[in-house]
């Protein structure tokens, strides 16, 4: 028994010690650089960087000569027949033209040697992949900002879990003094039932918070790139981020909207648009392209391949569009519209951003002060509910004053941590409107 016994807790220490080495630890900084090496999007958009890449290799491919080889084998089972007069009686007689067999193989050589829209198609090529890097760029900072946001609020959501523990364990040992209390006559029964609903309402307001942990949780991972029944384990403490990462005065800097990553993808998408009108319009010169070709053929009644026939020759082609009914002209002012639109596009998105940034700072700047407040009130409210839970242990106060002094430090904390989470996503929110890089 004593065997059987050993080897099971032999067993289960084994199996908390295999959990405990897969469970994942992560700071913030740490999620940050996690997410950027596993996350499903990040991996697609830097797949379309690699696609651009070789898409300029295409198209500079095409410019190079083209060598193509061919062969031919025939079988004349039956010879086609042609009907002659006969040279001594004038009769027409079915006659037999051909060989049976016929063996062709060859070589044909194609080489551009002038063609505007493929020297467009390889600068639309290239302005193709400056588009992937910056789409690759902003996604790579829009995760940033949704894995620090996440972080912060599975933080709140740890914290408030353990405030509201703290509140339960104090709010029951004081439900199991004034019952005793009540046992003994030193106080009535709705004491007791106020103290018990409080408590009830507290048990409930856990298995809440208890499951947006879990579903905040849930959210972080699947930034992270990391399956679900995945252990995680947050390293940091949100208070401690405030302190590291806010920095000194109330305005990050003055910034420039121009370098937005939003402005700097319409900007290459506007180069495309350009790119697209002058193919329109190179499609009105002509194009040059020489050409070689070498066949070597077999002709006879029986498989000998001897003798071989060859031939040589080679040329330039040159073609010159002369009339298209219109249809070049419309393309070309189609393109053209398109462009205007993404000019004006662009003029929009840039009026909106400079508003943004505005706004960003404002908010920043009044997340400050509400910061201050809120960390006042809190301040306050502990030292309300210190002095309460004194008095009333002192038998000078009520239990009525004590939950609320308790649900009073229970807002003021849930209201001071929301403010630290306000300042740290406001900032974000200004670097990102400065048009900075975010960074942890």
């Known amino acids: 028994m004593r065997n059987k016994l050993s080897a099971t807790l032999i067993c289960l220490s084994l199996a908390l010690q295999a959990k405990a080495a897969d469970t994942l630890k992560l700071t913030l900084s740490g999620a940050i650089q996690y997410a950027l090496e596993h996350n499903e ?15 300029i290799k295409e198209i500079t491919a095409s410019g190079f000569p083209q060598l193509n ?13 042609f009907v ?49 890097i910056r789409t690759h760029q902003k996604n790579e900072q829009d995760l940033k900002v949704n894995v620090a946001k996440a972080y912060f609020l599975a933080l709140i959501s740890k914290e408030n879990l353990t405030l509201l523990d703290e509140n339960l364990k104090t709010l029951s040992q004081t439900l199991t003094e004034t019952e ?32 947006a942990a879990e579903i905040t949780l849930n959210l972080l991972k699947t930034y992270l790139g990391l399956e679900l029944d995945m252990p995680l384990v947050l390293e940091e403490n949100l208070e401690a981020l405030y302190a590291k990462y806010l920095q000194e005065g109330k305005v990050l800097g003055v910034g420039n909207v121009n370098n937005r990553l939003e402005l700097k993808i319409l900007e290459t998408q506007k180069s495309l648009y350009k790119l697209d009108v002058s193919k329109h319009k190179v499609q009105y010169y002509p194009s040059i392209r020489g050409f070689a070709n070498y066949q070597e053929q077999f002709y006879g009644s029986k ?40 000019e004006l596009n662009y003029n929009y998105t840039a009026n909106m951003l400079k508003m943004e940034r505005v706004k960003a700072e404002k908010e920043y700047n009044i997340s400050l002060s509400m910061l201050e407040i809120q960390k006042a009130n809190f301040e306050l409210a502990k030292k309300i509910n210190e002095t309460t839970l004194k008095k009333y242990q002192e038998g000078v106060g009520s239990n009525l004053e004590v939950v609320t002094a308790n649900q009073d430090l229970k807002n003021a904390q849930t209201n001071y941590l929301e403010a630290i989470y306000e300042v740290l996503t406001n900032r974000l929110n200004l670097i990102i409107a400065n048009g900075d890089n975010v960074s942890f």
């Open 41 to 55: 999007q990040i991996q697609a958009s830097q797949l379309d960087i690699t696609k651009a890449n070789y898409r």
């Open 69 to 81: 080889g061919s062969a031919d084998f025939r079988d004349n089972v039956k010879l086609p027949v």
């Open 84 to 132: 002659f007069p006969d040279p001594m009686t004038g009769e027409q007689k079915p006659i037999k033209v051909g060989t049976r067999y016929q063996v062709t193989g060859g070589l044909q050589l194609n080489q551009l040697i002038f063609d505007g829209s493929y020297f467009v198609g390889l600068k639309a090529a290239k302005e193709y992949k400056a588009l992937a």
């Open 180 to 211: 005793a209390m009540y046992k003994e006559g030193f106080v009535e029964s709705l004491e007791v039932e106020r103290l018990k609903l409080t408590v009830s309402n507290l048990q409930v307001q856990k298995i809440k918070l208890q499951n």
């Open 303 to 342: 498989l000998t391949f001897d003798p071989w026939l060859n031939t040589f020759l080679y040329g330039v082609t040159i073609q010159v569009p002369i009339f298209s009914s219109g249809m070049k002209i419309h393309q070309t002012r189609q393109a053209k519209i398109t462009l205007q639109q993404a």
